[in-house]
Nanobody, 116 residues
Framework: QVQLVESGGGWAQPGGSLRLFCAAS????????VGWFRQAPGKQRELVAA???????NYADSVKGRFTISRDNAKNTVSLQMNSLKPEDTAIYYC??????????WGQGRQVTVSS
């Protein structure tokens, strides 16, 4: 079973940038869906960005134009570049991948804090 491990993130000032990485322990080629979710304290987990079938990228309205998701099948990684960060982007970010056979994998989560 492929495990997902997040890294990156951390702290940034408003307007700053951070990058999140999601490394898979095996091949992600069979995962037709890879995405990033986030959960802020007291709120439900929400979709931030996703790539479906390796082509189409979807973004939450709140991050459009600021965040960019990418996947690299050769390196078995999924990344999230976050620019123009806002305090409301503060949350724990989770990597998610779904395989064609229905396997649904989650990473352990990575804290992102945006504050002055």
């Amino acid at each position: 079973q492929v495990q997902l491990v997040e890294s990156g993130g951390g702290w940034a000032q408003p307007g700053g940038s951070l990058r999140l990485f999601c490394a898979a322990s095996g091949s992600i080629a069979s995962f037709y869906y890879v995405g990033w979710f986030r959960q802020a304290p007291g709120k439900q987990r929400e979709l931030v960005a996703a790539i479906i079938s390796g082509v189409r990228a979807n973004y939450a309205d709140s991050v459009k134009g600021r965040f960019t998701i990418s996947r690299d099948n050769a390196k078995n990684t999924v990344s999230l570049q976050m620019n123009s960060l806002k305090p409301e982007d503060t949350a724990i970010y989770y990597c998610n991948a779904i395989a064609t056979g229905g396997l649904n994998q989650w990473g352990q989560g990575r804290q992102v804090t945006v504050s002055s």
